[in-house]
């Protein structure tokens, strides 16, 4: 079965960091595009950061320059590097897989990330 886990989520000040990890299992890692999406209360989910099955990266605008996308073939797995965090910036954060050419995509249940003082 496919299962994308995500991890390393929690609560900072606002200005600290972050690096949250999905590790995917179940899919040919290589097939995929990766990308993070956030939830905040209230707000639509929102596409924060991909990665493509070649490496190249895109980023939302309110966290480029913030935001770090990579990904780790061996290990099964992708990053988001969080850094210069806003109160803003709280919400769930989600990884998706979107198989290369297709439709075809997978949820991860999320993780949360609190930006408080």
């Known amino acids: 079965q496919v299962q994308l886990v995500e991890s390393g989520g929690g609560l900072v000040q606002p200005g600290g960091s972050l690096r949250l990890s999905c590790a995917a299992s179940?899919?040919?890692?290589?097939?995929?595009?990766m990308r993070w999406y956030r939830q905040a209360p209230g707000k639509q989910r929102e596409l924060v950061a991909g990665?493509?099955?070649?490496?190249?990266?895109n980023y939302a605008d309110s966290v480029k320059g913030r935001f770090t996308i990579s990904r780790d073939t061996a290990k099964n797995t992708v990053y988001l590097q969080m850094n210069s965090l806003l109160p803003e910036d709280t919400a769930v954060y989600y990884c998706?897989?979107?198989?290369?050419?297709?439709?075809?995509?997978?949820w991860g249940q999320g993780t949360q990330v609190t930006v408080s003082s």
């Open positions: 179940g899919i040919i890692f290589s097939f995929y595009a």
């Open positions: 990665i493509t099955s070649g490496g190249r990266t």
């Open positions: 998706n897989a979107l198989m290369d050419g297709s439709s075809w995509y997978y």
